[in-house]
């Protein structure tokens, strides 16, 4: 049995203190043993202050202090995509390994000159999202690397929600990369790319979003109207590198809650996979001869962070592990499995679609991705979920 506690924690800093930081902050405090969280920054010092407080951190710093300061080996960057790439640079150029929430950049040339620093300053990047490192896409993976299915020869991928309305709740998907392929979509390309490897090319029809009137009057400071910018419907092909065609249907322009669907087929069997935006998608598998069956999970980051007292956002899951998963490989001086190369192929998927889209033509990908599955059979709980157990180990 390997253990955990040879590795020396990483000092680590989070960046933004918004929405989506108190499951990271949480989690990184408290959840994964590899994780020394020592600091936090965010654009205003209240903002830092308040999360301090709430989650017992010890320091509170601004942005260039965190960039000069001696013993933050790795920075976790919450902040909006369009502020990515100048706060991984500045982290970088500083001498950090980063993780950074999706997307890595909003245009491809950014996160080119991203990789080189790093590469040059022999620094990792992770990039977001790390729910592909949960129970249900590990779980897929595993059963399809079983060869139980047989070959993959195609599958679909569907999310339906009503994303105009959604960016009055969360007013940074009023700005660029809040359009549904970018902030929902992107989960699906992630989970497809760790189950199916590169993607080869790409084509695709696209629709903008709707000029969305204000609806929810109890938020205050909206504007009275306004438009998501960019491709907001969008129905799109892709073909990997081993054959298997996908086809990708987003809207955005929807009503009504969030529907999601999301299949593989095989030449001895088909997978239909949970909403891989979470950690606990169920798989179930149809064989011939039998009527469809839901597997079991075979490895943890099940969603349930099993960290006593419910707190806001707790519904997040195991976000987080995908900065463990960095920490580790800092330690063990290996790649991390939400490599820079992940990061950059989720979006050059994306926006090749994109470019489909204006173009008219097939666009061809020039990056490629691969990403190492976790090890099976470690768990989140133990004793039917109500003690911790040992999933950190399936990172090592
Ligand atoms: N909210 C969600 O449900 C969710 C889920 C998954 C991923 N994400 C991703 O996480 C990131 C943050 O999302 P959020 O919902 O927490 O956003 P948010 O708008 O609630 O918070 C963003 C934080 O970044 C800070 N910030 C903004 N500009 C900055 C700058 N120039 N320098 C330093 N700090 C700056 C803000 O002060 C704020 O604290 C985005 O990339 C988003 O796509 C969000």
Avoid at 160 to 183: H, K, T, V, W
């Amino acid at each position: 049995m390997s253990s955990i506690h040879k590795f020396k924690k990483v000092k680590t800093a989070v960046i933004g203190c918004g929405m989506i930081s108190d499951i990271y902050i949480r989690n990184l405090k408290e959840l994964f043993d590899i994780i020394d969280l020592a600091a936090i920054a965010n654009r205003s010092v209240n903002g830092a202050k308040e999360k301090a407080n709430i989650y017992g951190i010890d320091r509170v710093m601004t942005i260039d202090e965190v960039a000069a300061s001696q013993d933050i080996e790795l920075v976790v960057n919450l902040t909006p995509a369009d502020v990515h790439y100048s706060i991984v640079k500045q982290m970088l150029e500083a001498g950090k390994h980063v993780y950074t929430e999706k997307m890595f950049t909003t245009k491809l040339e950014e996160a080119e000159e991203l990789m080189k620093i790093a590469d040059d300053k022999n620094l990792l990047i992770a990039v977001a999202p790390d729910t592909v490192l949960g129970a249900g896409i590990q779980t897929a993976r595993h059963y399809l690397d079983s060869g139980l299915i047989g070959g993959i020869t195609s599958g679909f991928v569907s999310v339906n929600r009503d994303q105009c309305l959604m960016s009055e709740l969360f007013r940074f998907l009023q700005q660029e990369g809040g359009a549904i392929p970018y902030d929902a979509g992107i989960y699906y390309i992630g989970a497809l790319i760790t189950l199916l490897g590169s993607v080869k090319r790409v084509s695709g029809f696209g629709a903008p979003a709707l000029i969305h009137d204000k609806q929810l009057l109890f938020v205050k400071g909206n504007p009275d109207s306004w438009q998501i910018p960019g491709t907001n419907v969008l129905c799109g092909a892709l073909e990997f590198e081993s054959g298997v065609l996908v086809s990708i249907h987003f809207n955005g322009n929807n009503v009504g809650g969030e529907k999601t669907r999301f299949e593989l087929f095989g030449t001895r069997g088909n997978m239909e996979l949970g909403d891989p935006n979470r950690f606990d998608g169920e798989i179930t598998i149809s064989l011939p001869e039998n009527e469809p069956v839901k597997m079991p999970f075979t490895h943890g980051f099940n969603g349930k962070n099993m960290l006593g007292d419910p707190k806001p956002f707790d519904g997040y899951g195991h976000r987080g592990v995908g900065v463990a998963d960095l920490a580790y490989a800092i330690r063990q001086g290996r790649k991390n499995r939400l490599s820079k190369e992940y990061g950059y192929h989720c979006m050059e998927v994306l926006l090749g679609l994109d470019e489909s889209i204006k173009s008219g033509k097939v666009y061809e990908l020039k990056s490629r991705a691969e990403v190492e599955p976790l090890k099976p059979g470690f768990y989140s709980s133990m004793f039917d979920g109500t003690l911790r157990a040992d999933a950190e180990l399936s990172l090592v």
